[in-house]
């Protein structure tokens, strides 16, 4: 299917209903959310659980012998399993629900610390969002192991035959993004996994960019570990979860220690709990859990293909009219890419490009998008950043054009 | 001229305009008409953190006043460090450190007050009383 306007099913003036924020004002003007990429706007769906949750079932989870946790814990494991069935992880206990996937990476990298040795080589892409970055450098720190990257080219892909060079160092561990959140690019992620793979390295993939707009198999990819954020596809903030292997997690230690993830305590010594509990120290978000699964679950009603479909017509639409502005370079532009255009205009700073634009109701990015690596390379201080979601419409993307030139009169 | 005089010219300047548009516009000017700093003082230590677009501040001392100088490579931004500049430069540390900053709001600019703006409007006002701080404990 390479056009979503010929699938009945999809109507995006219909899917809009379903998001109250997009019928607001904002200074005076109808919002146009470009901003998706930073967090993606909530269905009713969604709002309608977590009022429900509140509503009528709250309560701790797991140990309560009482009604309300017996609904509550199911309503959470269920979500577990919703979530399990659309990433196809072998088992429901391999998904382990975190903050986020900050949290799910720092997770990791706190685990391999009891792995790595000195000298051992780990690997990044150029590509990476600060918190892919970060933790890792932490972990190396601790264990004198070396962090090595790979670099990127012009189109913002990674350079694979420097990848190729940089696997002969034998690294234990490669983590990568799905896709960069700065410039939209899909990075070949199941043929890094086979090579990583065949010279014994794990490896990690940040899937926050990713999961709004492509479904993912764990086992097909052979993934190590995939994390991301119930944020970033129509779920509540403050929640996400960690996919790793069976094997992994068994051999992880515990990253947090409390309740909830202990089989026995006594002064003298603790065993921990089987999984997924062992990595879920203290009370959950119990509501954020069962609202990811109800994401989760409304966006498979849109439909995967469908979302890629359509949003790839946005994609096409807005780098056509953008493009067509005098002055505006695209930054990005892999042929595999999603629904992200980062940009700048000649001698205006994006800044300024984003607060003018505010004032006329649309929200977008500028800045480093928390990927200063990326602003390097390109020798820049940072980019103007629209990402569309599958709620958004060409319509929208023409106030943006109207909206950048009407910056463009004022700001030169 | 006092700081409370300038802030009410300001106050009054702003006034003329209606919309958001004409003010900005102004800010912009404004912005452009900033005296230029001496690019030797556009160094890394001089850039104020806390802004998305950088902002440079310089600051001497002479005959008991503080002499203010800035730049940004953002030109909202750079309007506003006008306005900075304008209000706080050629003061005593004293009338800096007593100066309220009630006048950002009465110009229609208290958006840019919020922490989340990022444009450092609140950082730009802390070093600039740091500054006086300093100077002050000189004397």
């Not at chain 1, 069935?85 to 975190?98: D, L, P, R, V």
């Not at chain 1, 932490?138 to 070396?146: G, P, Q, R, V, Y």
């Not at chain 1, 954020?288 to 469908?306: P, Q, R």
Request: glycine share 6%.
């Amino acid at each position: 299917m390479k056009n979503a306007t010929q699938n009945t099913t999809f109507d995006v003036h219909k899917i809009r209903e379903d998001f109250p924020i997009l019928h607001r004002k904002v200074n005076g003007k109808p919002l146009v959310y470009f901003d998706n990429a930073a967090t993606s706007q909530t269905p009713l769906q969604v709002i309608e659980k977590i009022t429900n949750y509140y509503s009528t079932y709250n309560a701790n989870i797991h140990r309560g012998v009482h009604q309300l946790s017996q609904e509550a814990t199911d309503r959470y494991e269920e979500a577990r399993q919703t979530i399990q069935q659309h990433f196809n992880a072998k088992h429901a206990h391999e998904i382990i629900f975190t903050s986020g996937t900050t949290h799910s990476i720092n997770l990791v990298a706190h685990g391999f610390g009891s792995i790595l040795k000195k000298g051992d080589v780990i690997l990044v892409s150029a590509l990476e969002h600060h918190s892919n970055i970060v933790p890792w450098q932490m972990l190396c720190e601790k264990t004198e192991a070396i962090l090595k990257v790979i670099p990127m080219t012009e189109l913002g892909e990674l350079d694979m035959n420097q990848f190729d060079a940089l696997l002969k160092l034998n690294p234990k561990l490669v983590f990568v993004n799905h896709i960069s959140n700065a410039l939209g690019t899909i990075n070949p992620i199941k043929i890094i996994i086979e090579k990583s793979h065949n010279v014994g390295a794990a490896v990690l993939i940040d899937g926050a960019q990713a999961c709004p707009h492509i479904k993912p198999d764990v086992q097909e990819l052979d993934v190590d570990f995939y994390v991301t954020s119930a944020h970033k596809m129509c779920g509540p903030t403050g929640v996400g979860m960690l996919y790793a292997k069976e094997y992994w997690l068994e051999k992880l230690p515990p990253y947090q220690g409390g309740g909830e993830m202990i089989s026995e305590v006594t002064f003298e010594k603790t065993t921990y709990a089987g999984l997924p509990h062992k990595f879920e120290a203290g009370t959950p978000n119990i509501c954020g859990g069962i609202a990811f699964g109800a994401a989760v679950d409304y966006m498979n009603a849109i439909g995967f293909e469908n979302i890629a479909a359509y949003e790839n017509e946005l994609l096409e639409y807005a780098t056509a009219q953008l493009s067509a502005i005098e002055g505006l370079k695209i930054y990005g532009s892999s042929k595999q890419k999603t629904s992200v255009i980062s940009f700048n205009i000649e001698n205006i700073h994006a800044y300024d490009i984003g607060t003018i634009i505010d004032k006329l109701g649309i929200a977008i990015r500028t800045g480093q998008h928390c990927t200063q690596p990326i602003m390097d390379f390109y020798g820049i201080s940072g980019t103007a950043r629209a990402s569309f979601a599958f709620y958004n419409t060409k319509q929208e993307i023409d106030r943006l054009v109207e909206a950048l030139k009407k910056a463009i009169l004022m700001l030169s | 001229m006092k700081i409370e005089t300038i802030q009410n010219e300001l106050i009054d300047e702003f006034s003329m305009f209606e919309d958001w548009m004409e003010r900005y516009e102004y800010m912009i000017e404004l912005g452009k008409s900033l005296p230029l700093i001496n690019s030797k003082y556009k160094t890394d230590e001089n850039i104020i953190k806390g802004c998305q677009s950088k902002v440079w501040l310089h600051s001497e001392f002479e005959n008991d006043k503080v002499i203010f100088s800035a730049d940004s490579d953002a030109i909202i931004t750079k309007g506003i460090v006008a306005i900075l500049v304008r209000v706080f430069s050629n003061q005593s540390p004293q009338a800096i450190l007593s100066a309220n900053t009630n006048f950002i709001d009465a110009i229609g600019l208290k958006e840019h007050l919020s922490p989340t703006r990022a444009n450092g409007l609140v950082s730009m006002i802390k070093q600039i009383k740091m500054y006086a701080l300093a100077y002050q404990t000189q004397q």
